[in-house]
């Protein structure tokens, strides 16, 4: 079985420019979540999908973040435009409708976002 | 504010030797709690998870345990090997579906 797969692994881009991360969560995954770590800092949550509704995005910096997960399969994330703090870690990670039972996270490797 | 802490943020230890990761957290109201392990460019593994019920999981050499009333969380490695060196992670769900989580402990078994 396939984990959640991220795309690109890494990213560097000039301060100002757009970029456009991807996340494919586990076949039959209706949750997808989020998230980011920056330098030195926790994980922190950015948002949670159920299918293609956002159930919570309230972990979203600013408007510069725009996720969206059209049919409810993958999902991907745009910063239009980039900023230097930014720069960090992003997670994607998906699990099974919450049960008992399912309630653990699957995490992809990361996208490295460097903005220069 | 929830707050997750983990302590220590390094621990290095000898092979063979048994080991505990501290997790302690603000708000003791939680759902659950996961461990998870990180090694170098590459995602998390869940390692763990324990309900808001339980007081702990055990899974081969690891176990985890969990009081709710203290706001902590140990994760209890025995007979510890080169091969668990790694960053390790815990991260508290509350009733929302976010996970709140520590800044990990990066742990190194020496052979």
């Known amino acids: 079985e396939a984990g959640v797969t991220q795309f690109p692994s890494h990213s560097v881009i000039e301060k100002g420019q757009t970029v456009t991360l991807r996340c494919d969560p586990i076949s039959g995954h209706d949750n997808l979540y989020w998230y980011r770590r920056v330098m030195g800092k926790e994980i922190k949550f950015l948002l949670h999908?159920?299918?293609?509704?956002?159930?919570?995005e309230s972990g979203m910096p600013n408007n510069r973040f725009l996720a969206e997960r059209t049919g409810g399969t993958y999902s991907t994330l745009k910063v239009q435009p980039a900023e230097l703090e930014d720069s960090g870690v992003y997670f994607c990670a998906s699990s099974p409708l919450r049960t008992a039972t399912n309630e653990k996270l699957f995490f992809g490797s990361g996208t490295q976002l460097s903005v220069l | 504010k929830q707050e997750v802490t983990q302590i220590p943020a390094a621990l290095s230890v000898p092979e063979g030797e048994n080991l505990v990761l501290n997790c302690s957290f603000t708000?003791?109201?939680?759902?659950?709690l996961q461990w998870f392990r990180q090694d170098p460019g590459k995602g998390l593994t869940s390692l763990l998870l324990i309900q808001s019920s339980q007081r702990e999981q055990t899974s081969g050499r690891l176990n985890a345990s969990l009081d709710k009333s203290s706001g902590r969380s140990t994760l209890y490695i025995a007979a510890s090997q080169p091969g668990d060196s790694a960053t390790y992670l815990c991260a508290v769900r509350y009733t929302g579906n976010q996970f709140y989580f520590g800044t990990g402990t990066s742990l190194t078994v020496i052979p």
């Open positions: 708000d003791s109201a939680i759902y659950n």
């Open positions: 999908f159920v299918k293609e509704s956002k159930q919570d």
